[in-house]
């Protein structure tokens, strides 16, 4: 029986910073996106009940795969065993900060002729 790696994959989704565990993950076709397909939640136990874990259970109920932004990525790293999904809270108030962007362009140049 072959061992199938496990993913753990950080991004961020607005002000927060998800960590999600999946089965399959690559890069897609469409340009700019990482695919997630087969994501993992653990075991439901009626004694504790993780509200972060259930957020996101609700949040990828029904999603068969995922395109996740690659500038949204924070890390990638293949691990030995599922964890608990979870939802932290980024950009200021959290540890892990924004990936930079370049600065806008003005969409409309006034010239006076």
Known sequence: MSNQPVYKIIFHNGKQVFEVF???IYQS???GFVEIEEIMFGERSAILVD???EKLKSEFSGVKR???????IVRIDEVEKQGA??????GESGKIANFPLSPSIP???????
């Not at 999904?85 to 980024?90: F, P, Q, W």
């Open 85 to 90: 999904a979870k939802i932290t809270e980024g």
């Open 107 to 113: 969409s409309t140049i006034s010239s006076e002729d």
């Open 22 to 24: 999946a089965k399959h």
């Open 51 to 53: 509200p972060g874990e």
């Open 66 to 72: 995922s395109y996740i932004p690659m500038q949204s």
């Open 29 to 31: 076709d469409m340009w």
